[in-house]
């Protein structure tokens, strides 16, 4: 069974900066890629930005140029740097990953951490 845990988020200003991690843990033979997604009270949730393996990144169009994801693929752990933050960043934010198993891959999610942003 893979897992991943999350740790990071709180309350900020905005303008402020937090930092949310995941780390994943379990029997797998990769877990690809890593990514974060949100969802806001009352919205669907959407996709933040996503990394592979080998580096390559996606972001929402809402958060490039302010939020940094990162990943450390001998640890399995995904970080997103979040600075220069908005009251609409204000979102239960999960971890997500691709996990590679011997019967398939597994899409597999943390249990969410609350970010708030006060304004």
């Known amino acids: 069974q893979v897992q991943l845990v999350e740790s990071g988020g709180g309350l900020v200003q905005a303008g402020g900066s937090l930092r949310l991690s995941c780390a994943a843990s379990?029997?797998?033979?990769?877990?690809?890629?890593m990514g974060w997604y949100r969802q806001a009270p009352g919205k669907q949730r959407e996709l933040v930005a996503t990394?592979?393996?080998?580096?390559?990144?996606t972001y929402a169009d809402s958060v490039k140029g302010r939020f940094t994801i990162a990943r450390d693929n001998a640890k399995n752990t995904v970080s997103l740097e979040m600075n220069s933050l908005k009251p609409e960043d204000t979102a239960v934010y999960s971890c997500?990953?691709?996990?590679?198993?011997?019967?398939?891959?597994?899409?597999?999610w943390g249990q969410g951490t609350q970010v708030t942003v006060s304004s």
């Open positions: 379990g029997t797998m033979f990769r877990i690809d890629p």
């Open positions: 997500a990953a691709e996990a590679h198993l011997l019967n398939g891959i597994r899409p597999t």
């Open positions: 990394v592979t393996r080998t580096g390559r990144t």
